[in-house]
């Protein structure tokens, strides 16, 4: 133990701690159904957006900005837009998957508590293109880390988030008086949950399944054979050695 804790300069976490994470990551579920009717207290709130804006970010730009939507009236315009854009998506899916796609609940706009709309300001450090000068699109991926910061932390409170995708950017913007420099990243539907599912919900429908990870895993260069030891290691957990929900 004293060895393992020199090599990493004895900051790694306990056991606890350590479950605690993995917990949140592996128990997280994108909710639509079964939001309740509780309010969110606004200090369980500001702990969620401190921990998005504690997010990594290239160059230190920090690009995102928060939209918090209470409004009865302009969520239900939200969830018009939705209903717009999901009759637009219709076509595109596998016929013998359309019946099932009417069925799925993806929205739980005004169901929840609030509404929280993510943005990414895309001139933020326009004087810096640290990070950004070979790949651009780093301010977008940086947002999305504080998304996800926003929704692991949910989860270690309780908090239930669905993100609405199916949603034409445009029409949001002009919704929200979005400037046009700015742009919506995530949509998300936020509060109290009476359960978090054991699956998530497109698995447990027969939507899809989660991929076997060794399948994912290459070596030195793209489809590159090899890491058998690892892929090994990956097989053999299979959640054995993983934290319980």
């Not at 509404?115 to 699109?137: A, F, M, V």
């Not at 076997?212 to 890491?227: K, N, R, Y």
Request: with cysteine; charged share 25%.
């Amino acid at each position: 133990m004293q060895a393992r804790a020199a090599a990493t300069g004895g900051d790694d976490f306990d056991q606890l701690a350590r479950d605690a994470v993995y917990r949140a990551m592996f128990t997280r579920r994108d909710v639509r159904s079964h939001f309740v009717a509780d309010d969110l207290d606004d200090c369980v709130l500001a702990r969620l957006l401190t921990a998005a804006h504690h997010a990594p970010s290239v160059g230190y730009m920090q690009p995102w900005n928060f939209i918090v939507i209470r409004d009865g009236e302009r969520r239900r315009q939200v969830r018009d837009l939705f209903l717009a854009a999901r009759e637009q998506e219709l076509p595109a899916i596998e016929a013998e998957r359309q019946a099932l796609y009417r069925k799925l609940k993806l929205e739980g706009i005004c169901e929840s508590a609030l509404n929280l709309c993510i943005t990414c300001d895309r001139q933020r450090s326009q004087n810096s293109p640290l990070g950004r000068w070979h790949n651009p699109e780093m301010d977008l991926y940086s947002t999305v880390c504080a998304v996800q910061n926003f929704w692991l932390a949910a989860r270690a409170e309780g908090v239930g988030v669905g993100w609405v995708s199916i949603i034409e950017t445009e029409a949001l913007k002009r919704l929200l008086s979005i400037p046009e420099h700015i742009t919506p990243i995530a949509y998300l539907c936020v509060g109290r949950v009476s359960e978090f599912a054991p699956k998530p919900d497109l698995e447990a429908h027969g939507w899809g399944k989660r991929l076997p990870l060794p399948d994912l895993v290459m070596s030195e260069t793209f489809c590159g054979a090899g890491e058998a030891p690892l892929k090994s290691a990956i097989a053999r957990l299979r959640g054995a050695d993983l934290p319980k929900p």
